[in-house]
């Protein structure tokens, strides 16, 4: 009991100390905490919209769940006879049977020519109004929909576009333009998966949507006489059930579950690693502060040894009070982990995603990981300077030279450290030589946690040369103060190497980052440069394929000498009684003109001749093929059919993404023209000394479609940029957990640096050192310290992004930049960061009482 009152009495006699280690730990466990409650949450929110809106038994498009992903490629579900509502409703136990006619693949435009859809890739759907909508929908505000000339908009697109009843909106499908009357707004009851929607009367929705009558899904509710099981089984006997499936309420559920568990995993385990990183770092500033609270109660735990306490028993205490520091900040970032997920569903609100906080979903396991994950990173970081406490002899009770270092224990620990940073870089070599990217990725992972763990470990012995080179440039311009920062920074090296490392790794990720997103923005720049012969790229603004009214205005424009478009096949490939899937990109007569394709065997043109295709250098690599070669492809939604290998493209891709070529021509003697899917992309190249002519031309036929972008080839590369950056600055924003965790760091140990050195500041004081020179001495000491964490990071973070970029060399991204103006800006924030941290402890120390400063034990 005595160890722990003792335990106690220490953590909270220090507990100002301790501030921001629990800072540290509460922010890190927020993220873990807040990343399971708001994946959990979006989870609970999709089930219960699957569940609710489902009937007891579903009669769905498709196979396999891949009906929206079917619509979207081609324009079209498989639409069931209008008679299988009457065959179903004629089944023994069934009550009602609902026929849903539903598209994804229209562009409704408001009064203004603007897109009312959503611009983030979410879908605009299309449905008739039934009965089965209230499941989801309020009750409609004004007229349900009646008539061709009528429709019923969700209300957050009526607010997000300014729309209301009476305003006039054209809808764009895969069956042409057609003018509709706003006659009523209805509002989510659930949540909004982020889509807009568009309601018609079911007559129209088959005439606008489908082109045909009939239904794509079948919504059936039992009389209540069997069970779901039954009654599917009955249902899926009595109707043609190609290219449809019959489920259960609890399948369909399920299955929609499945389908999107894969995306929130992905979600989860992304921001787990960003939440691991910030524990990592929060490791650094535990230890730290430990360490130097042990060092700064030397005498006090002399003192106790000397009065009977055992090592185990100082051991223990200083474990306790990090037991203590566990607990307290598990539990606080528990609760702000709570508070993220909230912040996280609002912000998914600003993209058209509303989840409710009704639907919060904190389970038992949520607490209990957190907390015991906090708890137990802050007694491993604890662990070791407990050790060390617990080492202290009593004599040193009777000494003022504070806890002795362990010189050996130094040099071993920088033989460690050199060891593993260069076994790291040689993984990190490796990958530069590996001639496939599965060994590659291997090699790159071992080479970074090598050298991660080894600089960690070496980066005490580099204190001396890199703070003295620093030093010679910044410090010493600032006279004697320069010098003192120098020296307060080389005073303990393991406490400096630990501060900087905290920094280095969040620095390090950032570099790497910059050198691949520049690296790949470079390669992307160049191929297009070096490939690419069309004038103008014509895409949707919204990630959806073209639709053909579109790509029909695009091919009548005036002033083009050639149009072409690509179209994204699968298939299903045999050769020598081997089956694989492979992609192909369909395209017209006039795509060679548009994009020069490197072959490694036979020609483009060949292969785009009737009966031939071309296909990747990997692949056939893989399958063994070669030019001449017969194979049997059956195109999605087409018939069987024998095609000859007419060339094979350069390599540079992986098998599965292997670039593969198949004349449109070809297609389209196997796949109905219904079955094809859409065009994702149109080039055209302007009649000579035309180009701007045939922009106006290009943009004027396109003007009544919003959703089309006219691009030329520096308009496209700009466009990669952009998303490469966005995607980089996603990623920096959630590394700034990392490196605000690691600021915490550089504030922690400047503070209790401060506190160690008391008595010398007020020596230093009373000798003539002014306030303002002890401010800027600190400042200094901060600044040099986060520079030294920002040059191991630099140099760690290209080595790192150095050698993730001869990956994406094998993927035909070959070009290595250097991205410097990140790297001057890395220094630059590192400086700011220093200075920032240290000005909390420079004003502390400022406003020391100089005779209470000498006179602090």
């Known amino acids: 009991m005595s160890v722990v009152k003792t335990s106690l009495r220490n953590f909270f006699a220090h507990k100002g100390r301790m501030i921001l280690s629990g800072a540290a730990v509460a922010l890190s466990v927020a993220f873990v905490c807040g990343t399971l409650v708001f994946t959990a949450t979006m989870q609970t929110t999709f089930d219960k919209l699957f569940a609710e809106s489902a009937s007891d038994v579903m009669v769905a498009p498709g196979e396999e769940s891949r009906a929206m992903e079917e619509s979207s490629s081609t324009g079209r579900f498989d639409v069931m006879p209008p008679e299988v509502i009457g065959d179903i409703e004629a089944v023994d136990g069934v009550d009602t049977a609902v026929g849903v006619a539903e598209s994804v693949s229209l562009v409704a435009v408001g009064p203004d020519n603007e897109s009312v859809g959503p611009t983030t890739g979410a879908p605009t759907i299309g449905l008739n109004w039934t009965h089965v909508e209230l499941r989801t929908m309020e009750e409609p505000q004004g007229a349900l929909p009646e008539g061709p000339d009528e429709i019923m908009i969700d209300g957050e697109t009526a607010s ?69 099981e039954v009654l599917r089984d009955r249902v899926a006997e009595a109707i043609d059930t190609s290219g449809v499936r019959v489920l259960t309420n609890a399948e369909y559920t399920q299955e929609n579950q499945d389908a999107l ?228 920074a080389l005073r303990n090296p393991n406490r400096t190497g630990g501060t900087a490392s905290a920094l280095m790794i969040g620095l390090a990720l950032v570099t790497s980052l910059a050198v691949v997103g520049s690296s790949m923005i470079a390669s992307a720049t160049e191929e297009i440069d070096r490939s690419i012969g069309a004038d103008f790229i014509v895409q949707t603004n919204n990630f959806q394929p073209v639709l053909p009214e579109a790509a029909e205005a695009v091919r009548n424009a005036d002033n083009l000498s050639a149009v072409s478009e690509m179209r994204g096949v699968q298939a299903e490939v045999t050769a020598d009684g081997d089956s694989f899937d492979q992609g192909f990109s369909a395209v017209d007569e006039s795509f060679p003109d548009m994009m020069r394709v490197e072959m490694s065997e036979g020609s483009f043109a060949d292969a785009l001749a009737p009966g031939a295709v071309a296909i990747g250098a990997s692949r056939a690599d893989t399958e063994d093929l070669s030019v001449g070669d017969e194979i049997t492809v059956t195109f999605e939604g087409g018939e069987e059919t024998t095609l000859t290998i007419g060339g094979i493209t350069a390599p540079g891709s992986n098998p599965d993404a292997s670039p593969a070529y198949v004349s449109l021509d070809t297609v389209r003697e196997s796949v109905p023209e219904s079955e094809l899917p859409l065009t994702w992309m149109l080039m055209a190249i302007a009649d000579e000394g035309q180009l701007d002519v045939a922009r106006e031309s290009l943009e004027t036929a396109l003007d009544p479609m919003p959703q089309m972008e006219v691009r030329d080839q520096a308009e496209y590369k700009a466009m990669i940029e952009d998303q490469v950056g966005q995607l980089l600055n996603m990623v920096y924003g959630l590394l700034a957990l990392a490196i605000i965790v690691a600021v915490l760091g550089v504030v922690n140990t400047l503070a209790l640096s401060v506190v160690e050195r008391t008595r010398e500041i007020g020596l230093m004081r009373a000798i003539g050192l002014s306030r303002r020179q002890l401010r800027r001495m600190i400042r200094l000491e901060s600044i040099v310290i986060a520079l030294f964490g920002a040059i191991l990071g630099v140099a760690m973070g290209l080595a790192w992004g150095g050698a993730a970029q001869q990956i994406l060399a094998l993927e035909g991204m070959g070009i290595l930049v250097l991205p410097w103006g990140t790297i001057v800006a890395v220094f630059i924030g590192a400086a700011v960061v220093g200075l920032l941290a240290a000005l909390v402890p420079a004003f502390r120390a400022g406003r020391m009482n100089i005779l209470n400063a000498i006179a602090t034990e």
């Open 160 to 228: 997000s576009s300014g729309l209301g009843i009476g305003d006039t909106v054209r809808i764009m499908s895969v069956n042409g333009t057609t003018e509709h009357t706003i006659t009523g707004v209805v509002d989510f009851a659930t949540t909004n998966p982020g889509a807009a929607v568009v309601y018609f009367d079911t007559d129209t929705a088959q005439q606008v949507l489908l082109g045909a009558e009939g239904f794509t899904s079948v919504y059936v509710d039992g009389d209540g006489s069997v069970s779901d």
């Open 261 to 488: 568990g894969a995306f929130f995993n992905v979600i989860q385990y992304v921001l787990l690693g960003f939440a691991g990183i910030a524990l990592l770092v929060g490791i650094f500033l535990i230890v730290n502060t430990f360490t130097m609270l042990v060092a700064q109660r030397t005498r006090e735990i002399g003192l106790f040894r000397a009065i009977g306490a055992s090592r185990k028993q100082v051991n223990r205490s200083v474990l306790i009070e990090a037991l203590i520091l566990g607990v307290v900040g598990s539990v606080l970032g528990f609760l702000l982990g709570v508070a993220l997920a909230v912040g996280l569903m609002a912000l998914m609100g600003a993209f058209g995603l509303n989840l409710s906080t009704d639907d919060l979903t904190i389970s038992t396991a949520v607490p209990i990981t957190g907390i015991v994950l906090g708890i137990t990173v802050t007694l491993v970081a604890a662990y070791f300077p407990a050790r060390r406490a617990g080492k202290i002899t009593p004599m040193a009770a009777l000494s003022d030279a504070g806890l002795p270092g362990d010189k050996r224990a130094g040099r071993i620990r920088a033989i460690v450290g050199a060891v593993l940073t260069v076994a790291g870089a040689l993984m990190l070599f490796l990958t530069t030589t590996a001639e496939e990217t599965g060994a590659a990725g291997g090699y790159l992972g071992l080479g970074i946690l090598l050298t991660l763990v080894g600089m960690v470990v070496f980066a005490p012995a580099l204190v001396g040369g890199i703070v003295k080179a620093l030093a010679v440039v910044l410090l010493r311009i600032f006279g004697p103060v320069g010098r003192l920062a120098e020296r307060n």
